[in-house]
């Protein structure tokens, strides 16, 4: 086992009553990542025999893929379309007031920006900063809300790292759940503006994201955190599953085809492990054609611990104290780097890293190139594609699918010392001749 430390928790009582058995949907049980030992549905994370993380295991509609294609195409635009293959009870369709009904974002044909790196084959842009709280992180909640609905839990709350304060606080305020969220004190405006503003309780901590983490994990065994659905912590299970609709989004935009090579951002690495589970599940659904794709890790230098370990040869990852500008993927202790490190490993991607100049010029170059601007994290995807194409680690002759997960109105502090006007005249035709513009 060589996840150990992690304390399991039983969610003492705020737990639905005895013989009271949830449903959710086609998730049949909560597994164990390292011994497979199976657990009811219900708020755990960790294995009682072993404490490995838990995972959401499905009866899944295999048979009709063809039946199944067409009621997911017929359906809603937004994650829900994919709801015969999500932990959530089947109405969640018909009751859109009660959800942020995010995802189905634009999978953009990035043809200037494939010129510019020398991509042959064809290259595209997930843009999940079209989600209602402009980052990936409205997936993963709407899918803990779901299962703090059936659960019981009263107040929605998280640690985070800036997105996904705001995500739970919008989420928490549509669908009528108390929220108190947790962030590092030190976050830009823009996210702490955007997990404020919807009403919820917002707790600034003094400390990293790793320290607000720890918090957490002390307030859900404590009386004071009793009722409470944390989505990434007691509710990890579950939160997780929303990170699958991307890998089933990119497909679908993709003509039901599966891309060669991925480029996704790893912060906790929750999300690069859920895309390879639902590229796994569409490939024995029957719902794309079986063919390798290979799944490359992108980190920030200054938050690296994966990308270190993926060169280092190892198979655990040494925690680090992060210090870049890329604070939503600052985890310098990230939960599912081991589950990184095998994924792409076992796909023959890569996991690597660029610095905090090479993370704003990949912002600028997405900016310039394709009219998409990038929070930080898509700085640092964007950078990294760069990187591997020019160490001919990937493909430029394949269909490459590159994660922008975030807004770059939320990381306006990364750009601003570097963009601005390129001039401020007197408004009369002579000054701005002078400023040799025409
Ligand atoms: C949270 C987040 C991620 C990925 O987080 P994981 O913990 O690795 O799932 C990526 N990009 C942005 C912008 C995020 O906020």
Redesign the pocket.
Known sequence: MRRKGLAFMAVQTHEKPAGDTVSLGPASALSCRECGERFPLGPIFACEACFGPLEIAYDLPTGDPEGLRRRIEAGPNSIWRYAPLLPVPADVVDRPATSTNPGFTKLVEARNLARELGVTGSLHIKDDSGNPTH???DRVVAIAVEAARAFGFTTLSCSS????AGAVGAAAARAGFRSCVFIPHDLEQGKVVMAAVYGGELVGIEGNYDDVNRFCSELIGDPLGEGWGFVNVNLRPYYGEG?KTLAYEICEQLGWRLPDQLVV????????TKIDKGLKELIALGLVEDRPYRIFGAQAEGCSPVSRAFKDGHDVVRPVRPDTIAK??A?GN?A?GPYVLDIARRTGGAVEDVDDGRIVDAIKLLARTEGIFA?T?GGVTVGVTKKLLEDGVLDPSLTTVVLN??DGLKTLDAVAPTTGPTATIRPSLEAFRAAGLA
């Open positions: 980052s990936f992180k790292t800036g997105n996904l990170s951002p790893i912060a906790s690495g929750s999300q690069l939503s993927l985890i990230p599912d929070e994290a997960t975030g």
